[in-house]
C-alpha cells in the first residue's frame, strides 16, 4: 500500500485544518509554552516553586506542562516568561498570503 506524503506548511495547526487566523494564534501560544516549559526545566525547578515564583497555583504550572494550550493566552504566557526572566521579542513579516481587496 502506497502512502501518500503531504509537506507540512510549518503550522502544524494549519494543517489540521484550522483557519490560518486561529492556527497562527495557536502556533505563537504554543511556541510560547514550550519555552517557558524548556526554561523551567533546564533550571531545574519543581512546578511548586514556579508556581510560588510565578504566583500561581501547582495545577496551573502542570497544565502547561500538559500541554492544555486553550487554557493559556499569549498575555498571560508573554507575562510569565518575563517573570523568569526572559525577554520576550515580537518578529513581524509578510505573509505569503496575498491580501484580499474588498
Known amino acids: 500500500m502506497k502512502m501518500k506524503l503531504t509537506r507540512s506548511s510549518g503550522n502544524v495547526f ?4 484550522f483557519p490560518p487566523e486561529e ?3 495557536l502556533k505563537i501560544r ?3 509554552m514550550i519555552h517557558l516549559c524548556k526554561v523551567i526545566k533546564a533550571r531545574g525547578l519543581k512546578q511548586a516553586e514556579v508556581a510560588k ?5 501547582q495545577p496551573r504550572i502542570s497544565d502547561l506542562f500538559k ?4 487554557l ?3 498575555d498571560t504566557l ?3 516568561l518575563t517573570q523568569v526572566g526572559v525577554r520576550v521579542k515580537l518578529v513581524v513579516t509578510p505573509s505569503k498570503r496575498k491580501l484580499k481587496v474588498a
Open 14 to 17: 494549519l494543517d489540521l485544518g
Open 23 to 25: 492556527a497562527e494564534h
Open 30 to 32: 504554543s511556541d510560547l
Open 53 to 57: 515564583m510565578l504566583g500561581v497555583t
Open 67 to 70: 500541554g492544555k494550550i486553550n
Open 72 to 74: 493559556f493566552s499569549i
Open 78 to 80: 508573554v507575562d510569565m
